[in-house]
Structures are given as structure tokens and as C-alpha cells.
């Protein structure tokens, strides 16, 4: 619940604290954690009226969540998001298994306020012996919150890996990006590790080689990955030489995609197959306006370097940017650059409602 939805408040409720939230004819709503500093004030722990929000309601919502996820580990995935926010009833608690790893995200004032008990929840329901926390993301500030990024118990294997579609992946829990993987992404680098052979693949920000392992797996010819990162590059290239590939079938650039993406087109460079998995432009609606121009841009130039028939996988992870709204922009984006291209599918993260729906994609086909 927006703060701009709030006629009043009784009391002087603090961060986190549980609170009843009514409608303005007295109707119960919901029970919620209360965030004075955000402008979202108040996130639902649950719709009924009987709830009592306490630590057996929140390690049975963990419960849930982790037993919900139970089919999506096995031999060939060692690990998977087990506990993915709103979506399991767990505003801003995040838990992602590497292993015998979890690395945990809490980034609401209701999370914090649980931080113990649902750590120990997940402990319980998963029996992962390591928990890292990486409370360390921007949204905490928006929260009125610190960062916090530490070993929370146990020991961090080194190196810590993850097999994914039977493909290994060290991950960098400490330092890497969000939880270390971007374990929402699992689904997106099976389509594309089934859309690979025999094409020549351009991957940008590539990151730790997500998608360039998962399209070296799928036999690209070849994949040129792009990052501005030298130590996300680092750990690419020992992924792609973990899982046996051979080495001159790939190619890394440290530079910035946008200057590396217009330099490509100048030499008029071309592929069959482009990925675009950019970091967040606009983490709110107040930056959709520079994130679109941003989005365009590097749109307009993965169409421009694609072959005839080639396809572009394109992502946005922007909350502020809707799945409506990025259809539009890449749809500017192939008229301004003179491409008619159509749209074979969309891409996604695992999320239960509409306004979770922060990570999405498109798959074109450049006619």
C-alpha cells in the first residue's frame, strides 16, 4: 500500500512493526509491515483477518516456499531461488540455494524486523548448513535501511559452485552481483542454450557467462561476450573452461556495451544470434523516461548487428519499466533502426502478480 493510499494513522507504529490496515468504512484488509520511510508504507503479510503474524507464520510461509521448490533440484540443478519475496508471502525476503548455500537478500523494514527468524526458518526447512546474507542492495536505502553483507553461519566453500542444466558455475556469493547468480534467469538460458547451434552469438553485459555457457552447451559456433566488469569476465572464462569448452569458441571484451555495440556496427559486424541482459536502468517509474532512451539504444543496435533471420533475446530487470512499456520501447527501437522483426516468445522470472513482474524479455526474429 502506497503512502498517497493512507487517510490515517492510529498510533506511532515503528519499522516493521505489524499493522491492520482497514478501509475507510472500517473493513479489515490486511495485516502488514509497516515502513514509515518507504513510499510504499505497507507490504501484506496476509489477507485474513484470523492471521497471527508471529514466528510460526513466517516459518510456515518459508516452509512453503522451500517445499514448493523441492522438484526444481536434482542432479542436474544444484540449485534454485527458494524463496522469491511477495511472491511466496514473504515481502523483501529473498533465499537462493547454491548446494549446500543459501544466500539470503532482506531488503524491507518487515523483512529486518523477521531477519532471525526467518533465517532460521529456512535453516530449518533446507538443511543448508552456510548462510551468507547479502542485505547489501540500493532498496534498502529506500527502506531506511543500512547494508549488511556477511557470513551469517557456517563456511563458504571455495570455490562455491552451482550446476545448472548440468553445466557448473562458480559462483561469488560475497562479492558477485545480487546473491552471486541470477538464478531467475534459469529458464531464459535453456532457451537460449536450445537456440544456439551453429550460430555466432554476441552476449552483452555477460557477467559471470550465464548465457554464454548455456550457448556455448546449446553448440554456438562461436559467442562474444561483453562486460564492463574484468572480474565478472575473470569468472566467465573459468566457467566456460569448468565445463570442458573449448577455449577459442569464445571471445571476451572488457568494455562498455554501449560503445563496444556502436563500434561492432561500424565495422559492420553481424550475428545470428544477440543476447542483451542489461543491469537495472530505472529501479523506479521516476526513472522510466531515461531507462527507455537507454533501452532503445542498445535495442536499436542489437537489431542493427543481426544477420537475416538472426534472433535478439532482450531483457529488462527494471521494475519501472513494464512489460507493456519495454514491448514498446524494442518495438521504436527495430523502426528506428529500418528492421521488421517479429516476435516468436517472451521471456520471464517465476512471480505471482502483476506488479512483481520485474524481469522481462522478448525474442525476435529479424525478417
Known amino acids: ?48 483477518a484470523g492471521a497471527v503474524i508471529d514466528d510460526e507464520f513466517l516459518a510456515a510461509r518459508v516452509r512453503a516456499a522451500v517445499h514448493a521448490r523441492e522438484g526444481l533440484l536434482d542432479a542436474e540443478h544444484t540449485g534454485c531461488r527458494l524463496v522469491h519475496g511477495e511472491s511466496d508471502g514473504l515481502p523483501g525476503f529473498i533465499a537462493d540455494r547454491y548446494g549446500d548455500v543459501a544466500v539470503v537478500q532482506l531488503l524491507t523494514a518487515g523483512a529486518e524486523t ?11 526447512a533446507t538443511g543448508c ?15 531506511g535501511l543500512g547494508m549488511r553483507a556477511a557470513l551469517v553461519c557456517g563456511a563458504l566453500p571455495v570455490p562455491l559452485t552451482l550446476v545448472e542444466g548440468g553445466l557448473r558455475y562458480r559462483i561469488d556469493a560475497a562479492h558477485g552481483q545480487k546473491t552471486g547468480f541470477f538464478l531467475d534467469q534459469r529458464n531464459n538460458r535453456a532457451r537460449v542454450r536450445s537456440l544456439s547451434r551453429g550460430r555466432d552469438v554476441l552476449d552483452c553485459f555477460c557477467y559471470s557467462g550465464g548465457f554464454t555457457v548455456s550457448a556455448l552447451a546449446g553448440e554456438a559456433r562461436s559467442v562474444l561476450a561483453i562486460d564492463s566488469s574484468g572480474e565478472a569476465l575473470a569468472l566467465a572464462r573459468v566457467n566456460v573452461a569448468d565445463n570442458g569448452f573449448d577455449a577459442a569458441r569464445a571471445e571476451w571484451r572488457d568494455a562498455d556495451v554501449f560503445a563496444e555495440l556502436r563500434r561492432l556496427r561500424d565495422i559492420r559486424a553481424t550475428f545470428d544470434l544477440v543476447v542483451l541482459d542489461p ?3 530505472a529501479p ?74 520485474y524481469l522481462k524479455g522478448l525474442l525476435l526474429r529479424k525478417a
Open 1 to 48: 500500500m502506497y503512502s498517497g493510499a493512507i487517510l490515517r494513522v492510529e498510533g506511532v507504529p515503528l519499522a516493521g512493526d505489524t499493522v491492520a490496515l482497514h478501509a475507510a468504512d472500517g473493513t479489515f484488509l490486511a495485516s502488514a509491515a509497516w515502513s514509515p520511510e518507504s513510499s510504499i508504507r505497507a507490504r501484506v503479510w496476509s489477507f485474513d
Open 129 to 143: 548448513s552456510t548462510v551468507y546474507e547479502r542485505s547489501d542492495a540500493d532498496v534498502r536505502t529506500l527502506e
Open 114 to 124: 523477521w531477519r532471525d527468524t526467518l533465517i532460521a526458518a529456512l535453516r530449518e
Open 284 to 357: 523506479t517509474a521516476q526513472h522510466a523516461d531515461k531507462a527507455a532512451r537507454a533501452y532503445k539504444d542498445i535495442n536499436l543496435l542489437g537489431l542493427k548487428l543481426l544477420r537475416p533471420s538472426g534472433l535478439l533475446a532482450t531483457f529488462s530487470c527494471s521494475g519501472g519499466v513494464s512489460a507493456d512499456l519495454f514491448q514498446k520501447i524494442v518495438a521504436g527501437a527495430a523502426l528506428d533502426a529500418g528492421v521488421d522483426a517479429a516476435i516468436l516468445g517472451r521471456f520471464g522470472a517465476s512471480v505471482a502478480f502483476p506488479e512483481g513482474e
Open 279 to 281: 543491469p537495472k536502468f
